[in-house]
């Protein structure tokens, strides 16, 4: 299936045809109709896409020797450390429970902080599933500028992080309500990241479910809105409030997407919005969004010291700003 052909916010069948006509009949003005077609077509649309994508990703996961991984880092150099801590991040496990405890454990092993952080970033942006969905739903402009532009924060956070990351920084920290000191690893989260070969199926099933009950209520909030941007605010509007060289929407997107809680299932819908009318905009706000956000840096201030925590929360946003305000100069 060409998940590509799946776009949000094209209703022209004969079901939508039936829908509007249904909808219009009990006496809804038109763009309340407009609202309810694109909201019940793109959480439709954006579930399928995230069931698809989900159930391939886990599925190529569980032939994946992420413990391997994680051990193999510890005796590697610096150069090596930072991009075998990328590949890392791009096959770990859609689990949320699992990264913070990696991040821990592999310092424990010895790993550096600076390259410990670049798994983080890499698993935040650059999952699997994350980049997947985008390819899926925006196409591959957008995915690959967006792998390159993810690539390049993946370094040079973790590099311009160095200054704040020495092993004085590493404090204690509690997962799971059991009680954990920098110099003992215990990061593994169960048995969530072991799979035979005859579980596969249903590890596959259970990653969706999981990654599901983690998101929908973001994921029908955000369809909703798209759908009311949509049907109530007019698209001249919009392009004039965020088309073109608008540097303020750009800083705008950097700053409001930070702080808040999401991934990529998440926002697909104001992605597939925001795209159309402003590359740089969309690149700056799901580079913020899915590098950082408030809960995270709440987990962050559990294993690191607050000088670094706030230097990588702000790295994260000042790059993701950058990129956009690149693009800008380069499109």
């Not at 060409?2 to 009949?25: F, K, R, V």
């Not at 954006?46 to 413990?67: C, D, H, K, N, R």
């Not at 949320?96 to 592999?106: A, F, Q, R, Y």
């Not at 702000?314 to 305000?325: D, M, N, Q, V, Y």
Request: with cysteine; net charge negative.
């Amino acid at each position: 299936m060409n998940l590509s052909l799946l776009p949000l916010h094209q209703h022209d069948s004969a079901l939508d045809g039936m829908l509007e006509h249904g909808l219009e009949s009990i006496g809804l003005s038109h763009e309340w109709t407009e609202f309810f077609l694109h909201f019940i077509a793109d959480t439709v649309s954006l579930f399928l896409i995230l069931f698809v994508v989900m159930f391939a990703v886990s599925l190529l996961q569980t032939y994946i020797p992420f413990e391997k991984l994680k051990s193999r880092m510890a005796g590697l150099g610096s150069v090596w450390g930072y991009l075998l801590a990328m590949a890392l991040g791009v096959v770990s496990p859609f689990c949320s429970c699992t990264v913070i405890p990696v991040v821990m454990g592999l310092c424990s092993m010895g790993v550096p902080v600076a390259v410990a952080l670049c798994y983080l970033t890499s698993a935040a942006l650059l999952n699997g599933g994350a980049v997947a969905a985008l390819f899926a739903a925006l196409g591959p402009r957008f995915g690959a500028v967006y792998v390159a532009v993810s690539v390049l924060m993946a370094v040079g956070v973790s590099l311009l992080m160095r200054p704040f990351a020495g092993a004085d920084v590493v404090v204690s920290y509690e997962v799971g309500g059991h009680h954990h000191h920098g110099h003992h690893h215990d990061g593994d989260c169960g048995d969530c990241c072991q799979h035979e070969p005859k579980s596969r199926l249903g590890y596959c099933l259970e990653n969706v479910g999981h990654v599901l009950s983690q998101t929908w209520v973001y994921m029908i909030l955000s369809v909703a809105l798209s759908a009311a941007v949509l049907s109530f605010v007019p698209m001249d509007t919009l392009e004039r409030l965020i088309g073109g060289q608008n540097w303020f929407s750009l800083l705008l997107a950097g700053v409001l997407g930070a702080p808040i809680h999401g991934d990529a299932f998440a926002i697909l819908p104001l992605l597939q919005l925001l795209e159309p009318i402003s590359f740089p905009v969309t690149l700056t706000f799901a580079l913020a969004v899915m590098g950082v956000s408030i809960p995270e840096v709440m987990l962050l201030g559990r294993v690191f010291k607050a000088k670094t925590v706030a230097a990588y929360a702000g790295w994260i946003t000042a790059f993701s700003i950058l990129a956009g305000a690149l693009a800008i100069l380069m499109i």
